[in-house]
């Protein structure tokens, strides 16, 4: 056994010298995520290690297993956890960490029972809000902060109208209730199934759409998006368009848009955005940026005033967080496929511990 000091020397918690860990040998498809014992992390000074309680499963874990984002091989999965400090280092604790403390992250190594994670990346969690909720909104919830708050550079005001895709489910559920708290007018995109889901963020105007099967987003080509889109603006078009579909919603997104208006793309459900030549955006001299999440959180301070909104915002009831289904562990590979199946209605989970 480890032993691991607590914050004051107040109290001492045992770490195995191995844990449980869903781990990726060799790219492909959910079956290449696999269960298996590894040896606890060792953490370094200014780092403490997390007794994991939850890990969130992303879209973005799903481009890591498969390949689509190239990572070292072997790596255990996930990106985001949420748990209690179990280990903590002199540099931790000098920055405020401690044994017991309850705590949200983002570093690569969250399907696992314990994660070593640097005392700069930890998020507390404050009463009120449980670890479950806490964990979901590490990446969807500051990727919806960011998409709402910085992403569009400003080109969209209170007031105007902003067109957010897949909100029945994920990271866009969490951004078209942001957007409506900045103030914009949102119309939201959804599968006809998720309607339910879809209607509880409150969009302005809901444009719900046929399913297709065995996929994470809606048909695309079951509607004229666009032409709604414009009806409902009275044909001016969105001053910002929210896209986590990629390639399928490409064409909507840029007749969509309003004069000097912006695409942010954030996602790749459908596959990755094609290459497509600038001169397309010149009928309504139109802006696109590819955006991520590291260059919104790009240090202490910004990483705690994102995070420490959304809590706010959680506590208040301002914000009304969904998790949809929890898998334990041991079913790792399940969890990829009901994310990759588009049958998530909210935030899909792992249970560590």
């Not at 040896?39 to 403490?48: E, F, K, L, N």
């Not at 072997?74 to 985001?80: D, H, K, R, S």
């Not at 509880?200 to 399913?211: G, H, R, W």
Request: proline share 4%; with cysteine; charged share 20%.
């Amino acid at each position: 056994m480890l032993f691991a000091r607590g914050f004051g020397g107040k109290r001492w918690l045992s770490v195995p010298a191995t844990m449980r860990a869903a781990l990726v040998r060799e790219t492909g498809d959910a079956s290449k995520l696999v269960v298996d014992s590894v040896s606890v992390p060792s953490i370094a000074d200014g780092q403490v290690l997390v007794r994991n309680e939850f890990a969130g499963i992303n879209f973005i874990d799903t481009y890591h297993r498969s390949g689509l984002y190239k990572r070292d091989l072997p790596f255990v999965g996930g990106q985001e956890g949420g748990g209690v400090v179990a280990a903590t280092t002199p540099k931790a604790e000098a920055q405020g960490a401690k044994v017991g403390d309850r705590v949200a992250y983002s570093v690569f190594g969250s399907y696992a029972e314990y994660t070593a994670v640097p005392a700069a990346k930890l998020l507390p969690v404050p009463e009120g809000v449980g670890l479950d909720v806490a964990t979901a909104c590490v990446v969807q919830g500051l990727t919806a902060h960011y998409l709402t708050t910085d992403a569009h550079a400003g080109l969209i005001q209170p007031g105007e109208w902003c067109l957010i895709h897949g909100v029945g489910g994920g990271t866009c559920q969490w951004a078209a209730q942001m957007a409506r708290l900045r103030g914009y007018k949102v119309i939201g995109t959804a599968a006809k199934g998720k309607r339910e889901a879809a209607e509880s963020t409150k969009c302005d105007e809901l444009i719900l759409l046929d399913e297709v099967p065995g996929t994470s987003y809606e048909d695309y080509e079951s509607l004229d998006v666009a032409a709604k889109v414009m009806e409902i603006t009275g044909n001016e078009g969105v001053k910002c368009v929210i896209d986590g579909i990629g390639k399928a919603t490409l064409d909507i997104a840029i007749a969509s848009l309003a004069r000097r208006g912006i695409f942010v793309s954030f996602g790749n459900a459908s596959g990755a955005v094609p290459a497509f030549p600038p001169l397309r955006l010149i009928a309504k001299s139109a802006f696109l940026t590819r955006p991520k999440l590291l260059d919104y959180t790009v240090d202490r301070a910004e990483l705690l005033g994102r995070a420490t909104e959304i809590m706010t915002w959680l506590q208040k009831g301002d914000l009304q967080v969904a998790v949809d289904t929890t898998f334990p562990l041991e079913d790792a590979a399940r969890g990829h496929e009901y994310l990759e199946a588009g049958k998530s209605k909210g935030k899909v989970l792992y249970k560590i511990n």
